[in-house]
């Protein structure tokens, strides 16, 4: 992924972050967890190369859109590739000239990474954890805090769909077909069903969907 997609992929996954209707407040004694992703029209979150920019139409409508959403308060859930796409971003001075407010909020809220390799994570505000995912997160729903929110990290999101500890998804379906690529249920099995919530269509053709699990 080059710089100008990067960058700009970032900005969509970090403007989801209050989307997943966290606002700051603490919610004992359970944690929801959302999940915000974009899929093509065929079904894949990444194409075949692992590149998201395909997903990224920084038209006015939708920049207003992700602005409205980067002021939300949560704790970011990540696998260990995502984490080290935004870890090497957020905190550079490039990021906080070019997108203030998202990096602040990037940098602010509190993170934990999945991860067997990492020893710690330089990330401000960062924790790793090694243990089992599942049994993890349900430790963390369990206690008092902001909600959790996982970005990108499709393989956590199977994981955790197969577990039944996913409460809520926020997918935006972009017109575009690629044919090929991942899938952010890879190898989910017993044809779990979601209860449709909310819609909002955008004039780039992007359709938000809001998901009840």
């Known amino acids: ?25 603490v919610h004992p004694p359970r944690r929801t967890l959302s999940v915000f992703n974009s899929i093509s029209l065929d079904g894949y979150f990444t194409d075949a190369s692992g590149d998201m920019s395909w997903a990224h139409d920084l038209d006015p409508e939708w920049t207003k859109f992700m602005g409205s959403n980067a002021s939300g308060e949560a704790e970011l859930v ?51 954890a090694k243990g089992e995912l599942a049994a993890e997160v349900r430790r963390m729903k369990s206690e008092a805090g902001p909600d959790l929110l996982i970005l990108g990290s499709g393989e956590i999101v199977a994981q955790l769909t197969q577990a039944a500890l ?11 077909v690629l044919g ?22 955008f004039n780039n053709g992007h359709v938000v ?4 699990c």
């Open 1 to 25: 992924m080059n710089r100008r997609h990067f960058v700009s992929a970032s900005t969509v996954l970090a403007a989801s972050a209050s989307l997943s209707g966290a606002t700051g407040a």
């Open 78 to 128: 990540f696998g260990r590739k995502t984490y080290d796409m935004m870890a090497r971003f957020w905190p550079t001075n490039e990021a906080a000239q070019a997108m203030p407010d998202v990096a602040r909020g990037m940098n602010r809220m509190r993170k934990t990474v999945f991860s067997r390799s990492l020893e710690s994570a330089e990330w401000q505000n960062t924790r790793v």
């Open 166 to 176: 996913i409460d809520n998804l926020q997918l935006v379906i972009v017109p575009v």
């Open 180 to 201: 090929g690529g991942r899938t952010l249920f890879e190898g989910v099995a017993g044809k779990p069903r979601l209860k449709l919530t909310q819609t909002r269509s």
């Open 209 to 212: 969907c809001w998901y009840e």
